[in-house]
């Protein structure tokens, strides 16, 4: 359902399934753990390319991770939505606060991970 790993300082994240009700809790949890076991996570990836459907629970999930990220100077971005779930995130207002990227690489590059980590 949720697999993280740890790239440089950003937690890059991936979901799978539909992200609805039915395990917005299993996710926020297990997006907290990745979040709280990592205190150098700057920033996370959410890779959505597994994601089939998203409703406002799900949602809900994407905006408090934002929040927490937010709150330690950190950063949350979105990568490989369907047009499906691009649409209805547009719709909560997701793209106000949250950037998109149709990659994860885009994303890490985005972020300035991809160059700034790899030399390390």
Do not use: Y
């Not at 917005?24 to 994601?51: K, Y």
């Amino acid at each position: 359902m949720v697999q993280c790993r740890l790239q440089g300082r950003t937690l890059v994240a991936s979901v799978d399934g539909e992200l609805d009700l039915n395990i917005a809790d299993e996710v926020r949890a297990a997006l907290d753990r990745a979040i709280d076991s990592s205190p150098e996570a700057r920033a996370m990836v959410l890779d959505l390319g597994a994601v089939s459907f998203i409703d406002s629970s799900g949602a809900g999930v994407l905006f408090g991770r934002h929040k927490r990220l937010a709150a330690r100077g950190g950063r949350l971005v979105i990568a490989n939505t369907s047009p499906q779930v691009a649409r209805a995130l547009k719709l909560l207002g997701a793209w106000q606060l949250i950037q998109a990227f149709d990659s994860v690489d885009r994303a890490l590059r985005g972020l300035g991970e991809a160059s700034a980590w790899k030399a390390r």
